[in-house]
């Protein structure tokens, strides 16, 4: 991949995420259910993304990795 496509790829990944960051908020005013519950969705949303982000890139969770985000394994 040439430099230029990587850096095009980051700016729209920065400038997405910014954008969901930004609108969660409004979100949460627009909905009828609790602050508690609205926070796990989003939580459990963020999982699937994820996961959707590692099986389209062909990535997997390293123990290592894994080890260095648990903290009580670190």
């Not at 496509?5 to 005013?29: M, N, Q, S």
């Not at 963020?46 to 390293?62: D, E, F, H, K, N």
Request: aromatic residues 14%; contains cysteine.
């Amino acid at each position: 991949m040439t430099e230029e496509r990587l850096h095009r790829r980051g700016v729209g990944a920065v400038w997405l995420a910014t954008f969901i960051w930004a609108w969660g908020p409004v979100l949460v005013k627009w909905s009828d259910l609790s602050g508690p519950t609205f926070a796990m969705c989003r939580l459990w949303v963020g999982v699937g993304v994820s996961a959707v982000a590692l099986l389209v890139t062909r990535r997997r969770i390293t123990w290592t990795a894994f080890r260095a985000w648990f903290p009580p394994l670190s």
